[in-house]
């Protein structure tokens, strides 16, 4: 996008700052190369952000919805694609793994789910490990006998996962070392009695920490939150929302960035040069500092505080360099 | 879509129950007929439910966004369109009224936003007052004077808006009723300063205590949601995203509705059968009740918190009749 500025851009918009972006990946890359890291593609649901992150030495890619399983693969980064989450409509992960040769591997946590995967001609699967995330993911106990029924019926059994779902957004890291040592205890002995090559765990939150995971499932690293920003990670945020000034009155100001750009259950985002006040659907109002008095037209950055459900609202991210926008990359595995 | 059941449907999937649909929309209409609602299309995104709105008799519709309107006057749903909020990219909106020929009004609470109007071909507006909520609109005081201003640039002034957004969600009908009498005496003294002939407020909450606005902008109305449902209003929970049941644990199941498939911001969606846990990117874990088991592909129910921005996050409202589903409806509003 040759000579076109942020200034030209319509509000709101979702930027990624180039800089920090880039740091961000060869950070990660530096501390877990190649297929030791499988960047969850949920984070973002960008194609050509998951090609960058592929750049940058990782092969397998983790994802969360069928929709984003069929992106990826048509997208040609379809490697070694693993769908963390058990779904049901295993047939069209079938025609994934037929029509883009694609290799696609699921997690399962039950019989019915192993039966799904079967039907639909699934043919490679992961054994889902409960390691105190209330959620999916079979009791550790049961997963050997669950990767048995699997294999009994023809699949291929890689491995088992186990998310710390519970761990990695707790801000004190001595915390988070702890209870990742009790997850390591469930899902080791899980694997033990499972086997195969895969052991797929970790966020963010704990990527330098889980170290004994054979891959890690980080996402947020790459564009960040303010929520992430809390426990002080080597990783920048490299993503915020810029939005226009549209309203000033004495003692607050409001730009149009509101609800349905914005993911919410982390709370409100934080405004730069200013204090969040309330978010509505199309509206934030705020409060600008007190050096940084505002009018109507002036653009500002607001930062998310959860970036998955933040990315989903939006058509496109923009790569930026300082004022020029250099890509527009559009956020094209929404929906399901 | 005959012969299309909703066990067909893909999930997470929104789903519009018909019976009560309808019954809101009659309800509405009887108690404010004709002109004296004006339905806003934020709270659905959809030109398919807005035209169900204008056969129940409302002809002119209230907007949030440019492409709200565009999207609008693009389905011949533009006779009388308001967009109730400041915004600057107003030449899209001189380019709607030129090419559609729809009628479009805009708000404005500051000379630049006139200003911004007059540039973009934009040729009636609405002076936004602030009533009370701390958001856009000018002090009830300045109202005459800007409509002196619009006036004077040549722009129709059509009169006030004044949108009592602090009150609409109060459960007590007491405190809606006291408070928006004192709106009232705001939005009045500016209308007798501006002139015009609408006197433009209101929400669902105040659908039958604002009785002295010319139209009413209510849009929750249609679908309703968890929060308004508190006031105890005579409209009906018409909206409910439609889910698989993909684990189930001892004490709790997952289905496979999430953060990306609601809006947050009035916390927990409602399971019914159940109760909610947590709730993460693409699941709901939550606690089935005693007498409702679940086992894994089970279909189960949950009720939005937040309409607006719920709609916001999918692709298509399904309209339903029991198990049947009568017709798709693409929520096309959605963007900016």
């Avoid at 800089?19 to 501390?31: G, I, P, R, Y």
């Avoid at 696609?104 to 192993?114: C, H, I």
């Avoid at 009695?193 to 499932?217: C, H, K, P, R």
Wanted: hydrophobic share 40%; aromatic share 6%.
């Amino acid at each position: 996008m040759r000579g076109v500025k942020i200034s030209e851009l319509q509000t709101p918009a979702l930027l990624v700052d180039s800089a920090d972006f880039e740091h961000n990946l060869s950070t990660m890359a530096a501390a877990l190369p190649g297929a030791r890291l499988r960047p969850h593609v949920k984070a973002h649901k960008c194609t050509a952000l998951a090609a960058r992150q592929e750049l940058a030495g990782h092969p397998g890619f983790t994802c969360a919805t069928v929709r984003e399983v069929e992106g990826m693969a048509a997208a040609g980064l379809g490697e070694d694609l693993l769908l963390a989450n058990e779904v049901l409509e295993m047939s069209r992960l079938g025609h994934v793994c037929a029509n883009h040769r694609a290799r696609v591997t699921v997690a399962v946590d039950s019989e019915a789910v192993v039966d799904a995967a079967l039907a639909g001609g699934v043919r490679e699967v992961l054994i889902d490990v409960n390691v105190g995330l209330p959620r999916c993911g079979v009791d550790p106990a049961d997963a050997g006998r669950l990767a048995d029924y699997a294999r009994s019926k023809g699949l291929t059994v890689r491995g088992v996962m186990g998310y710390e779902g519970h761990v990695v957004g707790l801000e004190s890291r001595p915390t988070r070392e702890e209870m990742t040592e009790q997850c390591k205890a469930l899902l080791l002995k899980a694997h033990g009695d499972v086997g195969g090559e895969l052991i797929s765990a970790g966020g963010t939150g704990t990527y330098d920490i889980n170290t004994w995971a054979t891959e890690i499932q980080a996402g947020s690293y790459a564009l960040m939150d303010t929520a992430y920003d809390k426990l002080g990670l080597p990783f920048r945020q490299a993503l915020s929302v810029l939005a226009s000034v549209i309203s000033v009155s004495p003692g607050w100001a409001v730009a149009d960035c509101g609800l349905k750009a914005l993911g919410m259950d982390h709370g409100n985002p934080t405004v730069v040069d200013g204090t969040t006040f309330f978010c509505s659907d199309e509206h934030i109002t705020f409060i600008p500092d007190e050096d940084h008095a505002v009018r109507v037209g002036d653009r500002i950055r607001v930062i998310p505080a959860h970036v998955d459900p933040t990315v989903a609202y939006h058509q496109h991210l923009w790569l930026t360099d300082g004022d020029d926008v250099l890509e527009p990359w559009p956020v094209d595995l929404r929906g399901w």
